[in-house]
C-alpha cells in the first residue's frame, strides 16, 4: 500500500463529508485498511467531563466509561496529556498496583478493544485523542503516520460539523430481519443458491436482499457487506 | 547561555531583507536566538556553530527575515525564503514529499519559527507567538504572496486548520534526529488574516511602521490591510 497516497486520499473523502455519518464511514473506511474495528474522537476539557465528539464504539463500553468517570483514571489519558506523538494504549504505562488504571484497560476488552492507537492533538483551544482500537493491533511505523494524519483531519472536520458538548453516535444502518439473516449465511459461507434452498425462497430474492443490505452499509459487494456487518455487530 | 531581555510589552514585529550574515546588528541577534533555541534546546546539533549563530545556506540577501523586537532586543523570530531559488524542503529535505508542491513567487517557505524563552507562556498569552503569525500575513497578502510550504511537528496542522488555512501535507510525518516531522504546502487567504488577527489579543498591525511602509509604495493598499 502507498501509505502516503492513501493517506491523501481519506483527507480528501474526510474534507469532503457533510455530516456526521458521513465522516464517520470516511474515517471507519479509512482506517479499517489498517485492521481497526473502532474509533473515537474526544476533546479532553481542562475539568471534566470527558467531552466524545464522534465514536463508532459499542455503545455499552462509552456508557460505562462515562458513568465511572474512567477519564480520571485511564492510563491512555495520563499519556495523551503528556506527549505530541501517537502511542498505542500498550505504550500507556500504570503501574500494577493501580487497580483502577488496570480495571480500565481491562475492561476494555471485553468489548474486544484489546489495544489502539491514540493521537494527540492539540489545537488553539485545548487539547484532544483520537483513539483508534481492535482486537489486535499491528502497525508498522508508517501505518502509525498515515493513521496519524487521518486523525488530525478527522478531528478538524468534526470540531466543524459538530457543537462541542454534542456527542453524537451514528446509529448503524438498519437492515430487516431477512437482510440480516441472509448476510448470517453468507458469513458462514453460504453460497446464495445454497441459501435460496435452506430459506425456499428465489435466488433473485437472495440476490436482491444481498444487494440492499450491501448499499445500507455502503458496501460495494458481498463480502464488503458481511465484513461491514460484523464490524458494526450487527451479526457475530 | 545568552540571557534575552525579560519581555515587559510593546513588541512589535520588523522585517529585514537584502542583508548578508555580518551586515545588521539586528540580524546578528536573530542568529544567537536562533542558535540558543534550536541548537541548545532543540538539540539540533547539525547546526551547531563555534561562533554560536546558527546560520544556513539560504540566509543570502534573498531571505527576508522577520524579527520581533523588544526595545531590549530580539524576542521572536521567522523566516521566508523564495521557492523559486534554493530552499530546505526542495534541496535538503525532499524526502518528506510523496507528492510535489507548486514554486513560483507567490509560494514562499516558511522556516526558524521561534520564541526568546522570556516570551513564552501564559503571562503573555503566546503574545510574540501570535504576533509572528499575524506579521507573516501581513507581510505575505500585499506582496502577492499567499501560499507556504512548511516542515514542523504535525501537532501544528490543526493549529494553523483553525487560524483558517487550508492545509495539504506533502508526505507522511516522518522522524528527524528524533522528532516527528511532516513537510506541508497551505493557502492563505484574506479570511486566514482575519482569523489569525483575531486569535491575538491586541487589535491593529503586528508590523513596525517601518515594515509596513516598505511593503508598498500605495498607502492605500496598507491601509486597505487594516
Not at chain 1, 34 to 53: K, V
Not at chain 2, 57 to 68: E, R, S, T, W
Not at chain 2, 197 to 212: E, H, K, V, Y
Amino acid at each position: 500500500m502507498n501509505r502516503a497516497q492513501f493517506a491523501f486520499d481519506a483527507i480528501l473523502q474526510i474534507e469532503r463529508a457533510s455530516d456526521p455519518g458521513s465522516l464517520l464511514n470516511s474515517i471507519d473506511r479509512a482506517s479499517s485498511q489498517f485492521g481497526i474495528t473502532g474509533f473515537c474522537i474526544a476533546g479532553i476539557p481542562a475539568l471534566d467531563p470527558f467531552d466524545a465528539l464522534l465514536h463508532n464504539w459499542p455503545r455499552g463500553w462509552v456508557e460505562r466509561y462515562l458513568a465511572q468517570e474512567y477519564v480520571r483514571c485511564d492510563p491512555v489519558i495520563r499519556r495523551l496529556k503528556r506527549t505530541d506523538q501517537p502511542f498505542l494504549w500498550s505504550e500507556a504505562p500504570y503501574s500494577r498496583s493501580d487497580a483502577r488504571a488496570h480495571r480500565v484497560m481491562n475492561e476494555a476488552t471485553e468489548f474486544q478493544l484489546n489495544d489502539g492507537l491514540c493521537v494527540p492533538i492539540y489545537t488553539n483551544g485545548g487539547q484532544a485523542g483520537v483513539s483508534f482500537a481492535s482486537d489486535q493491533i499491528d502497525l508498522v511505523q508508517e501505518d502509525r503516520a498515515a493513521l496519524q494524519l487521518i486523525a488530525i483531519y478527522a478531528y478538524s472536520k468534526a470540531r466543524d460539523l459538530l457543537r462541542p458538548g454534542s456527542a453524537v453516535e451514528v446509529e448503524p444502518p438498519h437492515l430487516t430481519r431477512r437482510e440480516l439473516e441472509i448476510l448470517k449465511h453468507c458469513a458462514a459461507g453460504a453460497s446464495s443458491r445454497k441459501i435460496s434452498d435452506t430459506l425456499s425462497i428465489s435466488h433473485e430474492t437472495v440476490q436482491t436482499h444481498v444487494a440492499n443490505a450491501a448499499r445500507k452499509l455502503n458496501a460495494s459487494n458481498r463480502c464488503a457487506a458481511v465484513a461491514s456487518a460484523l464490524r458494526f455487530r450487527l451479526i457475530s | 547561555m545568552v540571557d534575552f531581555p525579560k519581555f515587559e510589552g510593546g513588541i512589535m514585529i520588523e522585517v529585514l531583507t537584502g542583508f548578508r550574515p555580518g551586515e545588521h546588528p539586528w540580524l546578528e541577534q536573530a542568529f544567537k536566538l536562533r542558535h540558543q533555541v534550536f541548537v541548545e534546546e532543540r538539540h539540533w546539533e547539525e547546526l551547531r556553530r563555534p561562533d554560536a549563530r546558527e546560520i544556513d545556506q539560504f540566509d543570502g540577501p534573498g531571505a527576508v527575515h522577520h524579527l520581533a523586537m523588544h526595545r531590549d532586543g530580539i524576542v521572536g523570530y521567522q523566516r521566508f525564503v523564495s521557492t523559486l531559488g534554493p530552499h530546505l524542503l526542495g534541496d535538503v529535505h525532499p524526502h518528506l514529499c510523496a507528492r510535489p508542491y507548486p514554486k513560483g513567487p507567490h509560494v514562499w517557505e516558511w522556516t526558524r519559527y521561534c520564541v526568546a524563552p522570556s516570551a513564552r507562556g501564559k503571562q503573555t498569552a503566546g503574545d510574540t507567538a501570535s504576533d509572528l503569525m499575524a506579521a507573516a500575513l501581513e507581510w505575505a497578502l500585499p506582496l502577492g504572496i499567499t501560499e507556504f510550504v512548511l516542515e514542523f511537528n504535525p501537532i501544528w496542522i490543526n493549529r494553523f486548520l483553525d487560524l483558517g488555512y487550508a492545509v495539504r501535507p506533502l508526505g507522511l510525518p516522518q522522524i528527524m534526529g528524533g522528532e516527528p516531522v511532516v513537510a506541508v504546502h497551505m493557502k492563505a487567504t484574506a479570511a486566514t488574516l482575519k482569523t489569525t488577527r483575531a486569535s491575538r489579543r491586541i487589535s491593529g498591525s503586528a508590523l513596525s511602521a517601518s515594515a509596513r511602509a516598505s511593503l508598498t509604495p500605495s498607502r492605500r493598499s496598507i491601509g486597505a490591510l487594516s
